[in-house]
């Protein structure tokens, strides 16, 4: 087995296709770890791609047929692989792979298929019925009949999330959370299940389908010998052989409170485990494996799945050890008003991980850091687990080098001087901000609804934590603590994120549309309100030269006055629940896109040849056993491509 281990051997890139490029990522210190816990990872790992279906089943009622239909084309295809709509399909193909199903990952659009109908059509009538993902007493004529407007009708399910104000944000999004079920119907069923919930309410509705059945509504629950019953037994199989390799009690308790989640569906239980994941601190290994994260819910309240298996980085961890030991200060020394902070912070930990491996909604395409739980009464009396993604940051560095982007967009060589002495660190400790801090930071009122923004929501809360990481990295705190070598560090990740926001992260949107990710709608929010109302000092602009646009900042005291305010009006907007004012802002800022700044930025961007998003083909973990079976050591492969994984994963953790 061939194994690459040093930077200088090891190849990051994987490849390149429409968009998106592939990377590989090292599990540096993998080897160093004892055979328990390398066992423990190996049990970890394969149940974080046992749930591998629920995600595509999430993200699109079809997507499973569509991709098992896709699959036996590219397998069992005798034509000429050369052809252009041949290429054109292998595309396709990829992409669904990477997205989770016909919709894009980030933009939420449906997939434009690059080949014909018919020679789709062409290609199933070729093969024989065994092969194709018929459904019981389907033909290949009627299945074709379903799937067909599905893969190339625009009009026909067109958006996985629709954010458009104004719509009916349920039945227009093609995300398979609801059945038959309007957004009216939805927020009025959860409303009164939340009326009910007391002072330590449970996540209604995140595990489960809300569907119209006889003209009542239902909730289809996610769990053992319920809705994606097959796939849970499968996950819960691999946690409880990893609960019998558990590090400590701690460990071994909370794998034990979420396969009893898994079993019964029990919201409750799932607050139980969260509360004791998060007393886990002494632990080497760690996972999240769950319905976790619901942007993928128009509504915000349905979880999609997903997973991470990981390991504690004890020499990088000491820098966000520093900063969550200091989260009282910072609550305290926060911009925003007195009645909105925390009296006390509480057990906020941090640490950097090494990712191991990376499934559902976290794979191909990945966050670089989480804090957890998502439950803000557990937040409040618990506190919140925070990691910043170490291993992943490094590839993705090491794959920019030299790519040429900062000599196209930063605006003169003081800006690029800045990024190449600061730029890694800043933007690894805005993120450790971020994560630690930021989402843990302020409270609500009593009384407040936690999804009272709707669909706003996680912009809001994005925007919050990017602001609170952006209001200190220039706080003198930072040089005292040592996070920060100066007090010029800090422009570094204040210039990039500006360029980011008013400019450069337009290479993710297609021409014509509007900005519609979470995430980005907080970019463009931030830095599009900055600039408008530090006008007057003109502490940001946006000028020309030789006929391309630049961000040019003047004034980066101002800059951090301007962030302290909207971080102050924007934890207002969280804390009082103020829909309103977090619907006007989200809309004025952060959704319309300028048509022809966006035309010159793709422009600029294409004749760089870059892939505007990147993902990752998972290292393969093998079990070498001895004579009698048992596991004797656990080796790491980095060598699999990422169609060759994609089709194994598919053969061998096929669960719906």
Request: aromatic share 10%.
């Amino acid at each position: 087995m061939k194994e690459k281990t040093t930077d200088e051997s090891f190849e990051y890139a994987v490849e390149r296709f429409a968009d998106l490029q592939l990377l590989r990522y090292r599990v540096p210190g993998f080897e160093d770890l004892s055979l328990r816990q390398k066992t423990l990872i190996y049990y970890l790992s394969q149940a974080a791609v046992e749930g591998r279906d629920i995600l595509y089943d999430q993200n699109g009622k079809y997507n499973l047929q569509i991709r098992r239909l896709l699959e036996a084309v590219y397998v069992n295809w005798r034509g000429d692989r050369a052809t252009e709509e041949f290429q054109a399909f292998e595309v396709y193909l990829k992409r669904v792979w990477f997205s989770n199903g016909i919709y894009h990952h980030y933009a939420c659009d449906k997939l434009a298929p690059g080949f014909s109908e018919a020679f789709l059509r062409a290609a199933v009538e070729s093969l024989d019925a065994g092969l194709l993902p018929l459904e019981q007493d389907e033909t290949a004529e009627d299945m074709c009949a379903k799937l067909f407007p599905v893969v190339f009708d625009p009009s026909v399910m067109p958006k996985r999330v629709n954010q458009a104000d104004g719509e009916d944000l349920v039945v227009t999004s093609a995300a398979n959370y609801y059945d038959g079920v309007t957004q009216k119907e939805a927020e009025a069923f959860y409303a009164e299940q939340k009326a009910h919930g007391g002072d330590e309410p449970v996540m209604y509705g995140m595990n489960s389908r809300l569907a119209k059945v006889d003209g009542l509504l239902k909730e289809e629950v996610w769990k053992a010998g319920g809705m994606y019953g097959s796939a849970i037994e499968k996950i819960v199989g691999w946690l409880e052989k990893a609960e019998g390799v558990a590090e400590n009690d701690i460990q071994r308790k909370t794998i034990r409170l979420l396969v009893e989640f898994y079993r019964t569906g029990d919201l409750k239980v799932f607050d139980e485990y969260s509360i004791e994941w998060l007393k886990d601190t002494e632990s080497k290994v760690d996972f999240v494996n769950g319905f976790i994260e619901s942007y993928g819910d128009p509504l915000g309240l349905k979880a999609s799945w997903e997973s991470i298996v990981n390991f504690k980085d004890e020499a990088a961890t000491l820098r966000t050890e520093t900063i969550s030991a200091h989260a009282q200060w910072f609550e305290d020394h926060s911009p925003i008003s007195p009645c909105f902070k925390k009296e006390k912070v509480k057990g906020v930990s941090a640490k950097v991980i090494v990712a191991a491996i990376l499934g559902g909604d976290l794979y191909p395409s990945t966050a670089i850091g989480i804090n957890l739980p998502n439950s803000n009464w557990i937040r409040s009396a618990h506190g919140s687990k925070s990691v910043t993604i170490g291993n992943l940051i490094d590839a993705y560095n090491k794959a920019a080098r030299g790519n040429g982007f900062r000599d196209e967009f930063v605006y003169s060589a003081v800006e690029k001087s800045l990024l190449d002495k600061y730029a890694d660190l800043t933007d690894s400790l805005h993120t450790d901000l971020h994560e630690c801090l930021g989402h843990g930071s302020g409270k609500l009122l009593p009384g407040v609804d936690p999804d009272a923004l709707k669909a706003y929501g996680s912009t809001i809360e994005e925007a919050r934590a990017d602001l609170f990481g952006l209001y200190y990295l220039p706080d003198s705190k930072l040089v005292e603590l040592g996070l920060t070598p100066d007090e010029e560090a800090y422009k570094a990740e204040y210039y990039s994120y500006m360029m980011n926001g008013l400019m450069t992260q337009l290479v993710r949107i297609e021409p014509g549309r509007n900005v519609e990710e979470a995430h980005m709608r907080n970019r463009q929010l931030i830095a599009r309100w900055t600039l408008e109302h530090g006008a007057d000092s003109k502490a940001v602009e946006m000028v020309k030269r030789d006929g391309k646009t630049y961000v040019k900042v003047n004034d980066y005291s101002r800059l951090r006055q301007l962030f302290g305010t909207l971080l102050s009006e924007i934890q207002r907007i969280k804390s009082e629940g103020d829909y309103e004012s977090a619907r006007l802002l989200v809309e004025k800022y952060g959704v319309k896109v300028d048509s022809k700044l966006h035309e010159e930025v793709l422009a600029r961007y294409r004749s760089l040849q870059l892939a505007p998003y990147k993902g990752f083909v998972n290292p393969v973990y093998v079990a070498v056993t001895d004579k009698e079976g048992n596991i004797a050591d656990v080796k790491v492969d980095y060598t699999e491509g990422y169609a060759e994984q994609m089709l194994r994963y598919s053969r061998e953790y096929s669960n719906l």
